[in-house]
DNA sequence: TGCAAAAATGCAACCGCTGCATTTACTCGC
DNA sequence: GCGAGTAAATGCAGCGGTTGCATTTTTGCA
């Protein structure tokens, strides 16, 4: 069996002579399962020491199953990255008419990043469990790191295919600028004991920051944004 | 015993009544033969399929005491990480007169990250080399971003100590951008084909990127600097 | 030289993860 | 409805990183 994690949900989608049915929507109830009982088993007993054992056993598979539905038992937790991230690759690849590169940016990281998630129910419900989860435990932080690293690079090029012109590296910094302020920002205001909306807040404000060039900090600040 | 990776290299500075001589030196000794073995084999033969039996019998130790010198396999390669760290944090502790937040943080940045490591020997050696294995090796990489998160945290409260009238978040902000904007800017260039000096032109550049705002990104820019 | 602390070692075990072979479940054409 | 073929689930065995514990060796110092 090809691991289901390359197929990803493809196979959701009606049409393409792909086997529909009743073996695909098995499929995403298990898949559910393992997540919610994964969240749940991390923040009762902590991640460490919840095993994939005591995950599969709960979600009714073998152990050896677990790895067909995602390749390490990190990756249960982010679960809905594929998904954000092509959100914000989607809006990358429509830049409305005269909008500058630095403002199509902004707004796509705050469609997708920012956003709660509406359409998605799942990843609405365990948003506040999981960046819980993540901060506090370092295995945790470090992959979602390599995920958002792997995801920049992605999006830089898709900000350079919206505007040829501007350099590639140049591209790359400008997301890594953006993203590298909203993520250091967010999670000092988070370690500072501020609640979720104060963190988006700071997360908002790091990007104006971002747009306005880090030389204006220190000055009293031409026309500051909100 | 305790392990080693705490008490860090602070037995090798002379005074305070720590024992001073020849155990010193053996135990920097075996640690220089283990990053110099590891960094071999790695190159050789790839990460993964080096184990630590086959580094710590190279280093002529047992591989139980590895991890008296290094938490992790992965740590092997990060041994100068304090040292840099410090060494920007030392920048950032004394400000110019009248220097702007932003001027001192990237003279800090240009200090520490971008420096050849002219003092540490062993750094400047293994340098390329280690960039290469960082880059081909995801669970190297996620490693090296964590590290470099948690540095960005530190930077940022060292930033808001230099100026105690700048808010920490926005301090946070500050640095996060302009350490993402180089790193993205690098792997992309890297990625590209770059060599090394193009490379450190490249991050060079997306720092003074991030000074003058990105809004300044798409127009005819307002005197580019160099 | 002898003693106490530090370091190195050996041993056993846990757990994440993988490859392989086997069995079970499902889908589709007839 | 049934059989063939494919996808999925499973069991098993093993590797390797990591840790705790008990033991032995080494080192610094009186």
Redesign the interface.
């Known amino acids: 069996m090809q691991p289901l994690h390359l197929l990803a949900r493809c196979s959701t989608l009606p049409g393409m002579g792909g086997t529909p049915g009743w073996r695909e929507t098995k499929k995403q109830r298990t898949r559910h399962a393992l997540i919610q009982h994964a969240v749940r088993l991390f923040t009762e007993q902590g991640y460490e020491a919840t095993t994939i054992a005591e995950i599969s056993t709960a979600a009714e598979i073998s152990p050896r199953t677990f790895f067909s539905y995602f390749r390490t038992k990190e990756d249960v937790l982010f679960f809905d990255h594929e998904t954000r991230m092509a959100r914000a690759l989607a809006i990358l690849a429509e830049p409305r008419p005269d909008e ?4 199509l ?1 902004r707004r796509a990281l705050l469609d997708s990043v920012l956003a709660e998630s509406a359409d998605n129910q799942l990843a609405a419900e365990l948003a506040t469990t999981r960046t819980a989860l993540v901060n506090a435990e ?1 295995a945790l ?3 979602e ?2 995920l958002l ?1 792997a995801t ?2 992605e999006l ?1 090029h898709a900000l350079h295919g919206a ?1 040829p ?2 350099d ?3 591209a ?14 967010a ?3 988070r ?2 004991g501020d609640d979720e909306d104060a963190v988006r807040a ?1 997360a908002r ?2 990007v104006d ?11 009293p600040a031409r026309g500051r944004r909100r």
């Open positions: 500058a590169p630095a403002r940016l370092p932080q470090a992959r790191l390599h690293f920049q690079r830089a505007y012109g501007l590639l590296v140049d790359a910094a400008a997301v890594g600028a953006m993203v590298g302020a909203v993520t250091i920002a999670a000092t205001a370690a500072a700071a404000h790091a920051l971002v747009l306005d060039g880090l030389d204006t900090l220190g000055r």
